[in-house]
């Protein structure tokens, strides 16, 4: 059960994101005319941000930056209502990815995963689960031999201290390279999984989400399957227990959505919702999200 009256703790990843929003598909060798715009991004940064415009418990972020950017992500952690606990890496260079945001507002991501996936266990403490009723793990960090391994130690850390831990499994393409039986075996002991479909599809083998989120609820005592614009599926025991709706929207970037999602759900858990009303408020964060540009709340982004 989620202790309420703590922190949350978010570890993962903190991105430079380059959004590129062209309305006429590309075009190969040459120009295609697009809105660029540069901004705080990375799945577990955003979700903190998300989480954090609650207004509900406190919010701290660890994740690992180059030395490049990492006093523009730390204050736009702070405008956001995040306290950063960011990892300055002299060696590698702030993650990036550039977003190309078509004209329906979908999104293909270019990735650079530089510092982010450079978190290492001399980063981790269970001293940082001082005061925190909740641990989140971006999924990002089971993709590299480092930094999952600070995840499995900061799991293995919060379930000895009681504290539920979440994990997002971040992007389908990815997990295809990993493999479902080594993420799965690396975020067991997680209390909550919070895939979307395509990534509950990947660790699965079942299309049908239903089926998808009923099987990992065997593994997860809860998972919450989002949906996009049809909203999000809440499972437990090997079964699903409820279909929650989604607002509607109109879509400029679906950049961030799901951190959206995730966000808001864990801020609504520790506050004391039940999980279907926490994934309502994930919902409609989400299609705030997508009617605007970029990954963070409109009034927390801190991208000037």
Not at 127 to 154: I, K, N, W
Not at 181 to 196: K, V, W
Not at 228 to 239: F, N
């Amino acid at each position: 059960m989620t202790r309420t009256g703590g922190a949350l703790l978010v570890v993962g990843d903190v991105v430079t994101d380059v959004v590129a929003r062209h309305r006429t598909p590309l075009a190969p060798a040459t120009d295609t005319a697009a809105d660029i715009r540069t901004l705080p991004g990375g799945a577990g940064a955003n979700a903190a941000c998300w989480a954090a415009r609650s207004g509900g418990p406190e919010v701290r972020m660890l994740g690992r930056v180059g030395t490049d950017a990492a006093a523009w992500h730390d204050r736009a952690l702070r405008r956001a209502g995040v306290r950063p606990l960011l990892v300055p890496d002299p060696q590698a260079p702030t993650a990036t990815v550039i977003a190309l945001v078509d004209g329906s507002a979908e999104r293909t991501f270019l990735t650079d995963s530089g510092a982010a996936l450079r978190l290492s266990p001399a980063d981790w403490s269970p001293a940082l689960l001082d005061g925190v009723a909740r641990l989140h793990l971006s999924g990002y960090l089971f993709f590299a031999a480092t930094s999952r391994e600070t995840a499995r130690r900061a799991l293995r850390d919060a379930r000895e201290a009681g504290v539920a831990v979440s994990v997002d499994p971040a992007s389908a393409g990815f997990l295809a390279e990993l493999g479902a039986d080594r993420f799965l075996a690396a975020a067991e002991g997680a209390e909550t999984l919070l895939p979307n479909a395509d990534e509950a599809a990947s660790l699965t083998g079942r299309a049908e989400p239903g089926a998808a989120a009923a099987e990992l609820s065997r593994r997860f005592p809860l998972v919450v399957v989002t949906l996009g614009a049809a909203g999000a599926l809440v499972a437990e025991g090997g079964a699903v227990t409820a279909r929650v709706a989604a607002p509607r929207a109109r879509p400029v970037d679906s950049t961030g959505a799901g951190d959206a999602f995730t966000g808001a759900f864990l801020a609504a858990r520790l506050a004391g919702a039940d999980a279907a009303e926490a994934a309502g408020a994930g919902c409609r964060a989400g299609a705030e999200a997508v009617a605007t540009v970029g990954g963070r709340p409109p009034s927390g982004r801190g991208d000037d």
